[in-house]
């Protein structure tokens, strides 16, 4: 079982910067591929980013690349837990919305980008982009 839990959420203006944490417990970094998703009010949950098994590969939705970066997990000394980091720059009012972490033991490639993809997910951070 996996367990994530996200964090960096928060009040921003727009053109200002955030980063989201994902802290992964339950399984090493090098067997999952991680992603981030949102879900804007009265939206359909979206993809935003993914990184695939030991991040040597990233994939972005067209609405946040050059913008966003997802970077390979950081573990911590006694691996127990791996934390993704998403870096949030040229934040802009549309890009409110909750923000949730996800894994997968199993998928690679396209499926990242995909709801379906994903085996475990977080509980979700809010961040608000005021104009």
């Known amino acids: 079982q996996v367990q994530l839990v996200e964090s960096g959420g928060g009040l921003v203006q727009a053109g200002g910067s955030l980063r989201l944490s994902c802290a992964a417990s339950g399984r090493t970094f090098s067997s999952l591929a991680m992603g981030w998703f949102r879900q804007a009010p009265g939206k359909e949950r979206e993809f935003v980013a993914a990184i695939t098994r030991g991040g040597g590969s990233t994939y972005y939705a067209d609405s946040v690349k050059g913008r966003f970066t997802i970077s390979p997990p950081t573990i911590s000394k006694d691996n127990a837990k791996n934390t993704v980091y998403l870096r949030m720059n040229s934040l802009k009012p549309e890009d409110t919305a909750v923000y949730y972490c996800?894994?997968?033991?199993?998928?690679?490639?396209?499926?990242?980008?995909?709801?379906?993809?994903?085996?475990?997910w977080g509980k979700g951070t809010l961040v608000t982009v005021s104009s």
């Open positions: 996800a894994a997968t033991v199993w998928r690679s490639g396209s499926r990242l980008m995909e709801m379906g993809g994903m085996d475990y």
